[in-house]
């Protein structure tokens, strides 16, 4: 079995540096949108419950 070594940081030249850095920025506006989505769903269906139940206003 061998063993994976990892490139560090500084292996990598300027360019690739400026794409991983690309990239991780726009996964995490991708999380970030994925997040934001699942928390407004849960809260319709949070206020779409209660209202159905009587509870709101």
Known sequence: ???VERASSKDWSREERAEF??????????LLAA???LCG????????KL???GHMW
């Open 51 to 53: 209202y159905h139940a």
């Open 21 to 30: 850095i690309r990239r991780r920025r726009g996964r995490n506006w991708a």
């Open 1 to 3: 079995m061998t063993r």
């Open 41 to 48: 769903l849960i809260y319709a269906i949070a206020v779409v």
């Open 35 to 37: 997040l934001v989505a």
